[in-house]
């Protein structure tokens, strides 16, 4: 009886481990892959399996499939298992194994798939140093859809879109990734293997493990290519198909090292995981001092002020509103800050939208302010016309333009740019104007200003000359006020 | 913990660490970027990872990564770089991968211009990548809500096993306004379906692929259930001022900012309307939609495109009430009298000016 002869012999060379011990893509024929007779894939992947069961790693390892006649590798390898998209393998790499740094992370892409669609994905992988470990079946043609050209297909190779053969005039020339990755600095193992013959074979077995092994190791980035027979596409006979390996595809992939740097790379150092206690003040969220009670912010009276600071890039047109707005909620008000952002930002123009009002604030836009704060004239000219009648319009210059003259507008007009100058800096002409605007709408407590203040400008000596600014602007305001009530 | 002023970008950030998100992979984009930024600095702080891929295309394939491996992950973009991650969210929805994608819209087609507008809804809401799928949709309208809708889109994501978008318009991004965190964060929890490189998770797989037609067929059905239950369970919207309005102001984001005041304008002269703003895009809030329509006569959608949520008003009211549309583009705002405009024409028409005379006098009597 078989059975009983069977028993008497020791396993010397068994399957490994890392396979399934069927597979559920044949039905019928379960102990078969899907792969075609003389095809190289299934010996990569029992080099593969191999070396994961001789590192003791088959729970820790992830396998990322790609789109390719490889895409069911997740059917044999009984490993973790991710099927990527058409090229993005090493994208999907990179993540999980920074996700997961205790896992072992093996893509194994085609040369459709890592050299043409996913070029980028795998240049950049190798670029940042992924500890990963990348295994490249290179058969210098699309397999899996039936013979297209690739760009490792080899000068004068035909394929079905190229049916004459591939000429360097119209698809240039085969790209070696091998030595195109041996160009970063990054890459701590690079080596060209083939399956032309049983030697070559068992190199290729001792790289794959090498590059697995370098990454149990924790050292980096380590890349496999492997020129592996496709004797259906290349419609030759399974041994006809190894000596081409050998004797064609060689000449133009050269077998060897192209990098080892694993005797000086240390191993890489992977972030801690954080105490949850500790998340909300990394985020700045605990910091800072309570705020006013609300009831302390200036009582009763109704407050709804829309602003709309503009000027010149530079002039700090935006930290304005800002300091406005930080106060007005510093003081328990609403409050909304909006800019003007992109292209205005860069050609020198800049403008933003602010609102404070006790009650909930429905649309953010200032297209009708109560206050307008122009820096300069074109920002004047530019929303003059938007302000509300009886509104305020603050304007850095002495002379107010004539055409811009509302009769039911109030206007303060001054030098505020050479006033800011002589208390010591002319970039502080927002906070002078800033001063003015607070003392007309006389909305918000000192308390709250400075603390906006103290929030937004961290520098001691600018902080000093902002609050000196804000004083004066205060000043100029009430100065300016009693001559009007004079005057009136 | 005290309400901060920040950006609505950086509100996103905080709000998803706080989440237990602890990976972005993203690629910059005005009016994007102060996102990136922000998880740039904050993220490695707390134990997570952010990296800056080489293209839209890669970081979503690495969020595809990440939520294979069971971290809470997210990424930000704006139109174009949605456009380029669209294969990825395919895939993530196929292989039900949760994450969560903000989308800062900006003007298009093409490079557009960098000024806000509304028109990435049908390429986010309708799902710009191949297959039979969804991907649920959230716009906030304040900063707050960019916080808020965050952490909910991170719940959402996890629990539908799909992407969850964030969709705002840059104004919402780019804006300050008083934010306020839960006290507590979230602790980070691997699924069991992950892939994470243990003996637990070794048996598992996620992939997008069921090559027998059969197969496919009903994945796709096991999804289409996912979906009705979110129809379901998920529609939210704020509807102010509907109780007794006879015309219905229908915008999101911004516009839903924009058309409050607008509102608040018109009720006091007297006008019986009222604002639906839609909080999901999808599921779109049908059932909210129906009820308002039982009184409203007639709608009005405000968007800052050329009119894409309007088609889900429409499909929401069936036939059974008028839509009117007003719409702004190119990074221009729809005017108060933009709409206004609309809505005292329409009151016109449907003899609303006794009604409106009488309501007028009403509100100055309650004011007086």
């Known amino acids: 009886m078989p059975s009983e002869v069977l028993t008497e012999f020791r396993v010397v060379h068994e399957k490994p481990h890392s396979f399934y011990a069927t597979y559920k893509r044949k039905e019928e024929l379960q102990h078969q892959t899907h792969y075609c007779p003389g095809c190289g894939h299934g010996t990569i992947h029992k080099m593969l399996a191999r070396a994961i069961d001789e590192l003791g790693i088959q729970d820790r390892t992830v396998l990322i499939s790609p789109v390719g006649c490889s895409v069911f590798a997740y059917y044999y390898f009984d490993v973790g298992n991710v099927q990527a998209a058409h090229g993005r393998a090493s994208a999907v790499a990179t993540a999980v194994k920074r996700t997961r740094p205790e896992s072992v992370v093996i893509s194994y892409q085609g040369d459709g798939d890592l050299s043409a669609i996913g070029s980028a994905e795998i240049l950049h992988a190798a670029n940042r140093g992924e500890s990963i470990a990348v295994i490249f079946v290179n058969n210098a043609i699309y397999s899996m859809t039936g013979g297209q050209f690739a760009p490792t297909t080899l000068l004068g190779q035909k394929s079905t879109t190229t049916p004459l053969g591939r000429s360097a005039e119209n698809e240039g020339y085969p790209l070696r990734m091998s030595e195109l990755l041996a160009t970063l600095e990054a890459p701590v193992y690079i080596e060209r293997v083939g399956l032309g013959d049983n030697k070559e074979i068992a190199q290729a077995s001792r790289a794959i493990r090498r590059a697995v092994e370098n990454q149990v190791r924790g050292l980096g980035f380590s890349f496999i290519e492997v020129l592996s027979p496709c004797p259906t596409i290349w419609k030759l006979s399974p041994v006809d198909s190894q000596r081409w390996v050998r004797e064609v595809m060689e000449k133009t992939y050269p077998l060897g090292v192209l990098r080892d740097r694993t005797k000086e790379r240390q191993p890489r150092v992977w972030p801690e995981e954080v105490a949850l206690e500790s998340i909300p003040g990394i985020l700045g969220l605990t910091d800072g001092e309570a705020l006013l009670p609300k009831e302390l912010a200036t009582a009763g009276k109704p407050i709804d002020l829309q602003v709309r600071v503009a000027g010149f890039g530079g002039q700090g047109v935006l930290l304005l509103g800002e300091v406005l707005a930080e106060a007005g909620l510093d003081a328990g008000l609403e409050v909304s800050w909006l800019p003007s952002y992109g292209p205005e930002m860069r050609s020198g123009t800049s403008n933003c939208h602010v609102r404070l009002s006790r009650e909930a604030i429905d649309s953010p836009l200032v297209t009708a302010p109560n206050v307008l704060v122009a820096m300069n004239e074109p920002s004047l000219k530019k929303f003059d016309k938007a302000v509300k009648a009886g509104g305020w319009v603050i304007y850095n210059g002495d002379v107010f333009p004539e055409e811009c003259a509302r009769a039911d507008v109030h206007v303060l007009a001054l030098p505020f740019t050479q006033i800011a100058d002589e208390l010591g800096d002319a970039r502080a002409a927002n906070m002078v104007m800033l001063g003015a605007l607070l003392e007309l709408a006389d909305a918000l407590p000192q308390a709250s200003v400075y603390a906006a203040l103290r929030r937004l400008v961290k520098n001691a000596k600018y902080f000093a000359l902002d609050e000196r600014a804000l004083a004066r602007g205060r000043e100029l305001f009430r100065a300016a006020a009693k001559e009007v009530s004079h005057a009136g | ?368």
């Open chain 2, 1 to 368: 913990m005290r309400k901060q002023l920040m950006k609505g970008n950086e509100a996103i950030v905080r709000s998803a660490i706080l989440a237990g998100c602890r990976a972005f992979y993203g690629y910059p984009i005005t009016p994007a970027s102060e996102i990136a930024e922000a998880a740039a600095l904050y993220l490695p702080q707390a134990g997570g990872v952010f990296l800056q891929a080489e293209s839209e295309v890669a970081a979503i394939n690495m969020l595809y990564g990440a939520s294979s491996a069971g971290v809470r992950c997210m990424t930000a973009s704006s139109g174009p770089g949605i456009s380029l991650m669209q294969e990825g969210i395919s895939y993530m929805a196929g292989a039900e991968l949760p994450c969560v994608v903000a989308d800062l819209m900006r003007g298009g087609p093409g490079l557009g211009s960098i000024n806000a507008e509304q028109s990435d809804y049908n390429q986010v809401v309708k799902g710009g990548g191949n297959g039979s799928y969804h991907t649920l949709v959230v716009a906030p309208s304040s900063a707050q809500e960019m916080a808020d809708l965050t952490a909910l889109a991170f719940e959402l994501a996890d629990r539908y096993r799909n992407p969850v978008f964030v969709l705002a318009d840059g104004f919402i991004g780019q804006m300050m306004e008083p934010v306020e965190f839960p006290e507590r964060a979230i602790a980070p929890r691997m699924p069991e379906w992950a892939v994470a490189g243990t003996r637990e998770t070794r048996r598992n797989l996620i992939t997008s692929l069921h090559l027998g037609c059969d197969e496919l067929e009903a994945h796709v059905q096991h999804l289409e259930e996912k979906y009705r239950r979110a129809e379901r369970a998920e529609q939210r919207a704020e509807s102010w001022r509907t109780e007794d309005a006879e015309i219905v102001l229908v915008g999101y984001g911004m516009v839903g900012r924009i058309l409050k005041a607008v509102t608040a304008e018109a009720r006091a002269s007297g006008l019986p309307m009222g604002l639906l703003r839609p909080i999901t895009l999808y599921p779109f809030p049908v059932t909210e939609v129906k009820r308002l329509a039982q009184r409203a006569r007639v709608f009005v959608v405000v968007e800052m495109s050329n009119g894409q949520m309007v088609d889900d008003v429409r499909l929401a009211l069936n036939g059974a009430r008028p839509v009117e549309f007003v719409n702004r583009m190119g990074g221009n705002v729809p005017s108060h009298e933009d709409v206004l405009g609309v809505v005292r024409r329409l009151a016109a028409e449907m003899g609303l000016a006794q009604f409106t005379a009488r309501r007028a006098e009403e509100e100055q009597m309650a004011h007086a």
